[in-house]
């Protein structure tokens, strides 16, 4: 993929402020309070600066997964994932700290709204294309975010399987590579400690997780590539079915 020098620039000094509390990025003008955590402008720094400062590193998983974390850790942060599948590369989800020296991706998919980071800008960067559901690109904090494929249902591409979940957010979206299951929030931690991701309809995000249990039956996963953590499949998995007891 050939990068040109006006994508770059353009991609690096697009008007964009980061949240150093929750990590949202906030496109145009810098409000005056963060619309997803509510901090104050002083909590703020423009995308230039939070390049200099927050350098999203690279954690390998397994031979084809690796996990993007910004260091020094950028607010509540979403981890990203790349994943070098025989396509192509490809994130889910992404960092909020914009690098622009970090290896291109040809898609970026989505798990849910809540952290788009700097999509925008890495879209601009290499002609990526941003996936998110269709219920979730309607939400007021998605839509300044550019999304070139907004998706109703269940699909697999990269040979990347997507399956829509709902609950914690009405779009959420899980994604299975080979034997990896990307779920971000939906639970966490891992472990005995486990519980549902508090923010959403409660109702809804346990019914949902109840699909999460169908799509992952007698699937051959090896690993959980969570928000914030790596662990074993099968220990996950049966925490995962205590919460639904």
């Known amino acids: 993929m050939v990068l040109h020098s006006k994508q770059m620039e353009a991609a690096k000094h697009y008007q964009q402020s980061v949240c150093t509390v929750c990590g949202y990025n906030m496109i145009g003008e810098m409000p005056d309070i963060c619309p997803f955590c509510g901090a104050r402008h002083d909590k703020f720094v423009p995308s230039d600066k939070a390049e200099q400062t927050y350098r999203v590193t690279p954690h390998r ?51 849910h709204k809540d952290f788009m980071g700097a999509s925008n800008q890495y879209r601009e960067l290499w002609n990526a294309k941003v996936y998110l559901h269709t219920l979730d690109a309607k939400n007021p904090l998605a839509k300044p975010f550019p999304v070139d494929c907004k998706f109703d249902n269940d699909f697999t591409e990269h040979g990347i399987e997507a399956f829509h979940i709902g609950g914690h957010t009405p779009g959420f979206t899980l994604y299975i590579y080979d ?43 090896e690993i959980v590539c969570g928000f914030n953590y790596v662990t074993e499949f099968i220990h996950w998995r049966e925490h995962f079915k205590r919460l639904l007891k």
């Open 61 to 111: 998983v397994n031979d084809y997964v690796t996990q993007l974390r910004s260091v020094p850790r950028l607010g509540l942060e979403h981890a990203a994932y790349r994943i070098e599948t025989s396509e192509g590369a490809v994130w889910i989800d992404c960092p909020s700290a914009f690098n622009s020296d970090l290896k291109p991706v040809e898609a970026i998919y989505f798990t």
């Open 179 to 221: 034997k990896v299951l990307f779920i971000c929030d939906y639970a966490f931690p891992p472990g005995p400690r486990m519980r549902l991701n508090p923010f959403g309809p409660q109702d809804e995000v346990r019914n949902r997780a109840a699909r999460i249990l169908q799509v992952i039956d007698e699937r051959p996963i």
